[in-house]
């Protein structure tokens, strides 16, 4: 005789099964495009890492991407981020602070971030570099790029990222892993890419090992990769469109 509750228990059990499918169809969907998109460039799919923004996304889901081989996470949200990275700690994943990052957030998210895609200014630089050590941590920063030389929405001015990327050089308990930028709205994301493409360059003249290009999301990864991307932050095409976050 079936134990009570055992009905929900095969509910929920199908609900699993019918998430991981879906999952694993769009995991398939987005290598296809990364794929695609390098190779209409002459560039090797393996030039291209995918990060699985998971933001408003259950702990669960990231599970199941781990499952399916994916070993970058990115989240925007310090409150929802620190929670899921000590849930799921015993996985092996790189995870990544792709949102905006307020000083006052800087020591939790220390804790936990691999790489942090959003520096933008030199105060947050000193804020990670102090926390880092103090934390016995060695913390990935990129430089993000205000590719409309409005730092209004986020990121340094082009004409300030080279300043800036020095800085990080040279602070204490970080490294500087690149550039990060996010194509304008109302404008050609190629044309965007374009001129993120010029800045990366100089900045890898000054700074060899900084080879990361951290662009391109759902709609515009082809024009990301087409100009250089080695990293594409990618949600919705990946695990469907987003619910809303509750606090």
């Known amino acids: 005789m079936c134990a009570e509750g055992c009905g929900g228990n095969a509910g929920i059990e199908r609900e ?12 398939a969907e987005v290598d296809a495009r990364i794929a695609a998109a390098c190779r209409a ?40 981020a620190a929670s899921k990275a000590h849930e799921l700690a015993e996985l092996q994943l790189t995870w990544h602070f ?23 200014r030199l105060r ?13 941590r060695r913390v990935g920063c990129l430089v993000q790029i205000a590719l409309d030389d409005d730092p209004a929405r986020g990121g340094a001015r082009p ?10 050089a040279l602070a204490e308990g970080v490294w500087l892993g690149g550039v990060m930028a996010v194509a304008p709205l109302g404008e050609d994301p190629a044309k965007a890419f374009a001129r993120l493409r010029d800045i990366a360059t100089r900045v890898q003249e000054q700074h060899p090992r900084a080879t990361m290009v951290s662009a391109g999301m759902s709609e515009d990864m082809n024009e990301a990769i087409a100009y250089g991307a080695t990293h594409v932050r990618v949600g919705t095409a990946l695990l469907g469109r987003r619910k809303p976050f509750v606090r």
């Open 16 to 27: 699993s099964h019918v998430r991981r499918d879906e999952i694993a169809a769009g995991l």
């Open 41 to 80: 460039v002459g560039r090797d799919r393996g030039e291209v890492t995918l990060i699985a923004v998971t933001k408003t996304r259950p702990a669960e889901d990231i599970r199941i991407l781990a499952d399916l081989g994916v070993r970058d996470v990115g989240e925007n949200r310090d409150q929802e």
């Open 98 to 120: 792709v949102g905006q990052l307020q000083t006052n957030k800087v020591r939790s998210v220390v804790g936990y971030a691999d790489v942090v895609h959003s520096v933008d």
């Open 124 to 136: 947050l630089v000193e804020a990670i570099s102090k926390e880092a050590v103090r934390q016995g």
């Open 159 to 168: 004409a300030d990222v080279l300043e800036l990327a020095d800085e990080v």
